[in-house]
């Protein structure tokens, strides 16, 4: 029973320490969120500035794995160049190590203090201040964890199983590396680990090489989470988190055999054993960075050999023959399949940000930035195309169709772009934040994203067949989404008359939502304006006329 109850502390405690570092992630970012990721983006023009940028995000952010995918991201983009990204994680590496050396410096009676403050911030209307107490709070929590595991690995000093365990250990030092690796791995921190690490060897039961061992094991298992992470993202991003670990792999192993002598070096130096864990973990980031370092050229030439570029689907137009420009009929048919598989593309986006809303799945959202690429370049493909085609000379008739394919292109490439930067961001928000909409307020979003959806396939058909009577109907359903999007405004802010949390914390979130589906649905609909004009029941103005009011 009371190995139980140890076990219990124990992995409480571990438990709290990654909670706190979860809410100093949470709150750093939401107070300091774009400028981190701009500062890394732009920070990284030399190898000091960009092993500087990765030090200074990794310990604003607690964990190198989010430097890490930020600038595989970044890389991914092309706004940073592979040997750079190496250099950033290079100093993510020793950000981390830092960030464990800070930790335990013997604060933890401060946690009180610091929860204390950080509550005091996180009730601010202010982002910022919120989003510093959220951080401040995360760190109170994580020096308070450090105490109650300092408390929960007391009785472990006295068991003869965990001593045997350790002797074993002792024994046989890749073990104990790999063993380490795991538990870093599965927390997803090498933090968390360290500080375990740190925990067991103030207790008095670890030998100082066998420290170092398992130190080395938590900096390997702290590389895993951000591979795993970028398999889903281009070659480009695969590059720069498996360089990472290479680098980490190579350093662990060379210094697995001299973890005897580095031990007792550290050692000798720090007079004692009880801050071995973190003295170790900063000297073999640092020495790691130093060596490194100059191979981060030939590091980045490596990975491009390991792993191949991304096979390149066909992005370009399909229909768009050059020579079929001496037959305008033709050409404009050509030209009218083409901007239909560019609904087709948007129609996508919409459906994979509509499942994202439902679901909280983040993963589908990262085909929205490529379909969006694929619908800005084949609509300036379109645009050229019929450019060419008017200076051959068309017919009147041929001439407007010609326009209204072009307008129609340029509609739905505004669609592509209030998705990407409108509707993404706002689903990713309440996806990552957790955030619930009211019973009725989801229901009257979802009502709005499927009528949307009908809305763009109704236009598809309209833009092919020309019917009057479609284009007529779709007229009248802007009219509806109007009157829809009204509703739905006034019945929110009547929800938050009568102070409903669920409403409250969702309330930018959710007109939002609503202004950006209606100006998609105007889009839409733009595609009937051309049949109605011609059929003389356009008007350009929806104002009343004095003799008729």
Same mark, same amino acid.
């Given at each position: 029973?009371?190995?139980?109850?140890?076990?219990?502390?124990?992995?409480?405690?571990?438990?709290?320490?990654?909670? /706190?570092?979860?809410?100093?992630?949470?709150?750093?970012?939401?107070?300091?969120?774009?400028?981190?990721?701009?500062?890394?983006?732009?920070?990284?023009?030399?190898?000091?500035?960009?092993?500087?940028? +990765?030090?200074?995000?990794?310990?604003?952010?607690?964990?190198?794995?989010?430097?890490?995918?930020?600038?595989?991201?970044?890389?991914?983009?092309?706004?940073?160049?592979?040997?750079?990204?190496?250099?950033?994680?290079?100093?993510?590496?020793?950000?981390?190590?830092?960030? #464990?050396?800070?930790?335990?410096?013997?604060?933890?009676?401060?946690?009180?203090?610091?929860?204390?403050?950080?509550?005091?911030?996180?009730?601010?209307?202010?982002?910022?201040?919120?989003?510093?107490?959220?951080? @401040?709070?995360?760190?109170?929590?994580? =020096?308070?964890?450090?105490?109650?595991?300092?408390?929960?690995?007391?009785?472990?000093?006295?068991?003869?199983? =965990?001593?045997?365990?350790?002797?074993?250990?002792?024994?046989?030092?890749?073990?104990?590396?790999?063993?380490?690796?795991?538990?870093?791995?599965?927390?997803?921190?090498?933090?968390?680990?360290?500080?375990?690490?740190? !925990?067991?060897?103030?207790?008095?039961?670890?030998?100082?090489?066998?420290?170092?061992?398992?130190?080395?094991?938590?900096?390997?298992?702290?590389?895993?989470?951000?591979?795993?992470?970028?398999?889903? /993202?281009? #070659?480009?991003?695969?590059?720069? *988190?498996?360089?990472?670990?290479?680098?980490?792999?190579?350093?662990? =192993?060379?210094?697995?055999?001299?973890?005897?002598? +580095?031990? %007792?070096?550290?050692?000798?130096?720090? !007079?004692? *054993?009880?801050?071995?864990?973190?003295?170790?973990?900063?000297?073999?980031?640092?020495? @790691?960075?130093?060596?490194?370092?100059?191979?981060?050229?030939? @590091?980045?030439?490596?990975?491009?050999?390991?792993?191949? %570029?991304?096979?390149?689907?066909?992005?370009?137009?399909?229909?768009?023959?050059?020579?079929?420009?001496?037959?305008?009929?033709?050409?404009?048919?050509?030209?009218?399949?083409?901007?239909?598989?560019?609904?087709?593309?948007?129609?996508?986006?919409?459906?994979?940000?509509?499942? !994202?809303?439902?679901?909280?799945?983040?993963?589908?959202?990262? %085909?929205?930035?490529?379909?969006?690429?694929?619908?800005?370049?084949?609509?300036?493909?379109?645009?050229?195309?019929?450019?060419?085609?008017?200076?051959?000379?068309?017919?009147?008739?041929?001439?407007?169709?010609?326009?209204?394919?072009? %307008?129609?292109?340029?509609?739905?490439?505004?669609?592509?772009?209030?998705?990407?930067?409108?509707?993404?961001?706002?689903?990713?928000?309440?996806?990552?934040?957790?955030?619930?909409?009211?019973?009725?307020?989801?229901?009257?979003?979802?009502?709005?994203?499927?009528? *949307?959806?009908?809305?763009?396939?109704? #236009?598809?058909?309209?833009?092919?067949?020309?019917?009057?009577?479609?284009?007529?109907?779709?007229?009248?359903?802007?009219?509806?989404?109007?009157?829809?999007?009204?509703?739905?405004?006034?019945?929110?802010?009547?929800? =938050?008359?009568?102070?409903?949390?669920?409403?409250?914390?969702?309330?930018?979130?959710?007109?939002?939502?609503?202004?950006?589906?209606?100006?998609?649905?105007?889009?839409?609909?733009?595609?009937?304006?051309?049949?109605?004009?011609? !059929?003389?029941?356009?008007?350009?103005?929806?104002?009343?006329?004095?003799?008729?009011?």
């Amino acid at each position: 029973m009371a190995s139980t109850i140890v076990m219990i502390n124990l992995f409480g405690a571990v438990a709290l320490l990654l909670f /706190g570092l979860a809410q100093v992630k949470s709150g750093v970012t939401q107070a300091f969120g774009a400028r981190l990721r701009s500062g890394l983006a732009s920070g990284t023009r030399s190898s000091l500035r960009s092993f500087s940028s +990765g030090f200074v995000a990794t310990v604003a952010l607690q964990s190198s794995t989010a430097t890490a995918l930020m600038v595989a991201s970044f890389v991914e983009r092309e706004l940073v160049q592979p040997r750079m990204a190496q250099l950033v994680l290079l100093g993510a590496n020793v950000g981390t190590a830092v960030t #464990a050396w800070i930790v335990a410096a013997g604060v933890e009676w401060l946690s009180p203090l610091i929860i204390l403050i950080g509550l005091m911030l996180y009730r601010s209307s202010a982002t910022t201040r919120k989003g510093g107490g959220t951080a @401040l709070i995360g760190i109170g929590l994580m =020096l308070l964890s450090l105490h109650l595991l300092s408390i929960a690995t007391e009785p472990m000093r006295a068991s003869p199983a =965990l001593a045997a365990f350790i002797g074993l250990l002792d024994n046989a030092w890749p073990v104990a590396m790999f063993f380490s690796a795991a538990i870093a791995f599965v927390s997803s921190s090498s933090l968390a680990a360290i500080v375990l690490i740190l !925990s067991l060897a103030s207790a008095g039961i670890l030998q100082p090489g066998l420290i170092v061992a398992l130190v080395l094991g938590a900096n390997l298992g702290g590389a895993i989470p951000p591979v795993i992470a970028s398999m889903r /993202g281009s #070659a480009a991003a695969k590059r720069v *988190t498996l360089g990472n670990l290479i680098v980490r792999t190579v350093g662990c =192993l060379a210094v697995l055999p001299l973890a005897g002598v +580095g031990a %007792d070096l550290l050692t000798g130096l720090a !007079s004692g *054993t009880e801050k071995l864990p973190v003295d170790a973990h900063l000297a073999f980031n640092i020495v @790691l960075a130093v060596v490194a370092w100059p191979f981060s050229k030939l @590091l980045s030439r490596l990975m491009c050999h390991l792993v191949p %570029d991304d096979a390149q689907e066909h992005s370009g137009p399909n229909y768009l023959d050059l020579q079929e420009l001496s037959a305008p009929t033709v050409a404009l048919a050509s030209a009218t399949r083409e901007v239909l598989g560019i609904g087709d593309l948007i129609e996508r986006m919409l459906m994979r940000v509509s499942d !994202s809303f439902e679901r909280d799945n983040l993963a589908k959202l990262m %085909d929205i930035p490529p379909l969006e690429a694929r619908v800005d370049r084949l609509q300036q493909e379109v645009k050229v195309y019929l450019s060419r085609l008017g200076r051959m000379g068309l017919s009147p008739q041929d001439s407007r169709r010609s326009i209204d394919i072009i %307008d129609y292109a340029i509609n739905l490439e505004h669609i592509g772009d209030i998705i990407e930067k409108g509707l993404l961001a706002q689903v990713t928000k309440k996806a990552t934040l957790g955030l619930k909409f009211s019973e009725d307020g989801h229901r009257e979003l979802r009502t709005l994203f499927e009528l *949307t959806l009908d809305n763009l396939r109704i #236009a598809q058909t309209i833009f092919v067949t020309r019917d009057f009577r479609l284009a007529r109907q779709m007229m009248e359903v802007k009219v509806e989404v109007r009157r829809m999007e009204k509703a739905s405004s006034e019945r929110h802010i009547e929800r =938050l008359r009568d102070g409903r949390t669920d409403s409250l914390q969702t309330s930018s979130l959710h007109l939002d939502i609503l202004r950006d589906l209606k100006r998609i649905n105007a889009h839409i609909v733009s595609v009937a304006h051309p049949i109605l004009d011609d !059929s003389g029941l356009l008007i350009e103005s929806r104002l009343r006329s004095v003799a008729e009011s």
